[in-house]
């Protein structure tokens, strides 16, 4: 009993060293200890930008560890039978270890990623880069790290444009009554309702085959995704509006990440970031003037199969429709009601934040 209670007890300094080893051990071995295979999950295949990011992350992170850590990736959202919006809970549950993910399929479990949805916000790459390196990025690392996960690195999914069977869209009115596919992160059902079309929302991979059997008209996505899938065979008309953007963040397990050494986290980080670096590249090629094709080849002595999209969606029969500063403005008012109930939901600070980071 007196060991209990600590004050006047002589055993006490000896209780506490004894103490205090048991809590430390724990943390000592399990540094040392690493899994034989890290999980890591990833919404799309190996064939999309996306895909190819992640399968480099994974090469990355065996040769910088020297073979200490290796990452099966699990593509197409295998792991979490394509529920696609699953991932950040069952990574900081530590049931996956790490994920290779867009923000809008984690942006039912933290609110915050919705920033990047506000439609008509963020529009371009200069902006959206002074979001990720400025308060903006930081916060949203914060929100992930209060939740279990520790945030590694940007990559990118892109500026997501909608495609369609039926005509050219290029006012709001042009999308009354079509049937869109959109992920089932509510906003956007709440944006697609508000420009007046039908949005239905299904996982990814059920997408394809709604595409097939043309149980939708049209779907919204970026061109790292639009030209793997082929997106031509389904539909002939595509605007580009950059209407809202879809980053991916690289992340590990937090409680896992602290107990890896100092040299492990260095080196997985590096490799988050090569990855990165050269998954945003691809995802960017043909779209930024010539910069992300040089970085490909300068950095990664990468040349990329199909280096021009626009021409690639012309050559496949597709109408590309790019919208004048004019049409931009008519879609931009008509979804301005999306702002006044999401706005709240991301938080007026965040908000805020973006729109600073965009002004630097
Ligand atoms: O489901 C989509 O549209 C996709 C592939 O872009 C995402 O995973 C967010």
């Known amino acids: 009993m007196q060991i209990l209670n600590p004050r006047g007890s002589r055993l006490f300094p000896v209780f506490s060293l004894v103490l205090a080893v048991s809590l430390l051990l724990p943390v000592f071995s399990r540094a040392a200890e690493l899994k034989e295979e890290y999980k890591l999950t990833l919404n799309v295949g190996p064939s999309y930008y996306w895909g190819m990011g992640a399968t480099r992350f994974v090469e990355l992170v065996k040769e910088k560890t020297k073979g200490k850590i290796n990452i099966k990736p699990y593509y197409s959202s295998t792991l979490l039978k394509g529920a696609q919006l699953k991932s950040p809970q069952m990574v900081a549950k530590g049931v996956i270890d790490c994920a290779y993910e867009s923000t809008i399929n984690s942006s039912t479990v933290i609110p915050e990623m919705n920033v990047f949805s506000l439609p008509f916000f963020i529009n371009t790459y200069e902006n959206l880069d002074k979001l990720e390196n400025g308060k903006t990025g930081e ?45 089932g992160s509510p906003v956007f059902i709440d944006i697609f309702r508000q420009l007046g079309a039908d949005p239905v929302n299904m996982n990814w991979d ?13 779907q919204e996505n970026p061109v790292g995704i639009l030209v793997p899938s082929k997106i031509w065979q389904y539909h002939k008309f595509i605007t580009f509006w950059n209407y809202l953007v879809d980053p991916v963040i690289i992340y590990w397990n937090k409680e896992q990440w602290e107990a890896f050494s100092p040299d492990i986290q260095k080196a997985v980080l590096e490799a988050a970031q090569e990855s990165a670096r050269f998954e945003k590249a691809l995802c960017r090629a043909g779209m930024d003037g010539g910069k992300s094709i040089m970085i490909l080849r300068n950095e990664f002595n990468y040349t990329m199969e199909f280096p021009d999209p626009l021409k690639l969606f012309k050559e496949n029969g597709m109408t590309v429709t790019f ?38």
Do not use: C
């Open 139 to 183: 916060a949203i690392f914060a929100a992930m790290d209060k939740i279990g996960l520790k945030g590694l690195a940007w990559a990118e999914n892109g500026f997501r444009q909608v495609t369609n069977s039926k005509h050219v869209i290029e006012e709001p009115s042009d999308l009354n009554g079509l049937r869109i596919r959109v992920v």
């Open 206 to 218: 059920n997408a394809v085959a709604a595409f097939q059997q043309n149980v939708v008209d049209g």
């Open 323 to 360: 919208l004048t500063d004019a049409q931009i403005k008519a879609f931009r008012e008509a979804t301005r009601p999306v702002y006044e109930k999401w706005v709240p939901q991301i938080g007026q600070e965040l908000y805020d934040k973006a729109l600073a980071d965009m002004q630097r």
